[in-house]
């Protein structure tokens, strides 16, 4: 295959697979053929290193991008055992006994019809002393342990025409991404080393444990913690967050699904002595795990602490070191990381695969066309907004750990170690005037983000945002205040009625494999 010039395509290796390697694969080649540009992928993974499937949450991008790539929904849950994810329930974050829902639906849809954005009708709920999630049909489906679908007619129908998210076990959805593959080529090898460019310091070769020299134009790492060539090759340095997040270590399990038990269409982060437990439904089993300082207690001790919590004995299947941070260059020279090769952080919010897509699709928007083509400014740009974003991710999980709890060592070395000075003080802010869309800037040119959507729940359920400023700010613009909590009562009566309408969870997922 030539360009339309002559000259032979593009040659993108993608080292690594899974699910950050398989994406990458299809949406680089389903954007070049959208632009017409002569493309050519070889995907490079070894069937030597095992995967440790442990159960991850996406955003709702995710949905989008099956979407985008003609991918059909019931296939995807039908042969990845995935589950659906209408948001994320924290329990014992705020006090111990108190839980609050952060669902991911858009309750600001009709943020066009009002001068100042759609965060009024969270300014609404705060000032009547009611939850900002009560206008949002996940959060009716999260509690109802509901489906995105009713029967009409014989047939399933969308309940909401906003994008869920899903759980899965990343393992089967790296092995049903590669099976939809076509036209991408494949090597089974693991990279030893790499030849680079006396005078430009690119890579212009990988050397690979079958013996064989690979050559190709540029390379995507997605090697994960290895970081192969990003930062064994390229030398790229890293930006370490052990100073304001307190956790450091990874303690994942499975837990087995009670017979008839209805399965939460929500991701559990359920913070304990000493860090916090995560607990993600696959349609066949729970994934866990616990996330936890080794600076307050030892592996044994903090197994010892989720035991407890639950009631029965588990199983570790492992205990990972967690060095939280980002890449100070995720792209250099001819090559580009994603996934954990790039940033790692704890999954408390699913940002690890939100922040894949985000940052390949905003490489793919900005660069795919003129790839080759030397552009120091737009590299540089491109990291500096690949930073920021995970700079932010960084910010609104600290912000979680702005609680009331002192029944640990933990939580009290928290609130006087790890609360990073900008998160006090954007609280203090918010405090004292409701948070708005000018207070999350990015420069990732529209793509999701972690902005006022997301920050509202986890403001409110940790009692973070001022009833009375609200009232002030409703009180000011009386028509506003009245559309306001007609909306509401609206999306609200909505809500419920949707998550009466819709299907079991469980039955319809089961419904998808008959």
């Not at 858009?106 to 001068?115: E, F, G, N």
């Not at 860090?275 to 010892?304: E, F, K, L």
Request: aromatic share 8%; with cysteine.
């Amino acid at each position: 295959m030539t360009a339309a010039d002559g000259q032979p395509p593009l040659h993108i290796a993608i080292v690594g697979g899974g699910t950050a390697g398989w994406l990458s694969a299809h949406l680089l080649q389903a954007e070049a053929k959208r632009l017409g540009r002569a493309l050519r992928l070889t995907l490079i993974e070894s069937s030597k290193i095992p995967t440790i499937g442990v159960g991850e949450g996406t955003t709702s991008i995710f949905g989008g991008v099956l979407q985008a790539l003609g991918f059909d929904e019931r296939d995807f849950l039908a042969n990845t055992d995935a589950t659906i994810k209408f948001g994320i329930r924290h329990r014992d974050w705020r006090r111990l006994g108190h839980s609050y829902d952060g669902p991911i639906d858009d309750a600001y849809a009709l943020a066009d019809r009002v001068p100042n954005g759609g965060a009024w009708i969270d300014t609404f709920c705060v000032a009547a002393g009611r939850s900002v999630t009560e206008p949002h049909v996940f959060a009716a489906l999260m509690a109802g342990g509901k489906a995105p679908v009713a029967q009409a007619g014989g047939r399933d129908v969308p309940i909401s025409r906003f994008h869920h998210a899903y759980h899965f076990d990343q393992a089967k959805v790296g092995a049903y991404l590669r099976s939809k593959a076509e036209g991408i080529e494949t090597l089974d090898a693991l990279v030893e080393s790499a030849e680079r460019d006396a005078q430009t310091g690119d890579i212009t070769a990988l050397r690979l444990d079958n013996g064989q020299t690979f050559s190709a134009d540029f390379f995507i790492d997605c090697t994960g913690f290895r970081r192969s060539l990003i930062a064994g090759a390229m030398g790229a340095s890293w930006v370490g967050y052990g100073d304001v997040l307190p956790v450091n270590r990874a303690m994942p399990f499975w837990l087995d699904l009670k017979e008839g038990e209805e399965l939460p269409a929500y991701t559990l982060a359920w913070a304990q002595k000493s860090g916090w437990m995560w607990q993600i439904p696959t349609q066949g089993r729970i994934g866990c795990g616990y996330v936890y300082s080794d600076r307050h207690v030892t592996p044994d001790q903090a197994q010892a602490e989720i035991e407890t919590a639950l009631g029965h004995p588990i199983e570790p299947r492992n205990d990972i070191k967690i060095n939280a941070g980002r890449l100070s260059e995720v792209w250099k020279g001819n090559v580009l990381a994603l996934g954990l090769a790039s940033s790692f952080l704890e999954p408390l919010e699913a940002t690890s695969i939100h922040g894949t897509i985000v940052s390949l699709l905003l490489f793919i928007k900005r660069h795919l066309a003129t790839l080759g083509t030397p552009d120091s400014k737009g590299q540089e740009r491109y990291n500096a907004a690949i930073a920021g974003q995970v700079d932010d991710f960084r910010d609104f999980i600290n912000l979680h750990y702005v609680s009331e709890r002192d029944d640990s060592p933990f939580w009290r070395d928290v609130a006087t170690t790890f609360i990073q000075p900008q998160t006090r003080e954007r609280v203090a802010h918010w405090q004292k005037q409701m948070p708005k869309a000018s207070d999350f800037r990015n420069d990732l040119d529209g793509l999701p983000h972690v902005e006022e959507l997301l920050h509202y729940p986890v403001l409110d359920g940790l009692g973070l945002l001022s009833q009375e400023v609200a009232r002030k700010a409703m009180a000011a613009d009386p028509k506003l205040r009245d559309f306001a909590r007609q909306t509401v009562d609206h999306l609200t009566r909505q809500a419920k009625d949707a998550a009466r309408q819709a299907r079991s969870h469980r039955d319809w997922l089961a419904s998808l494999s008959i």
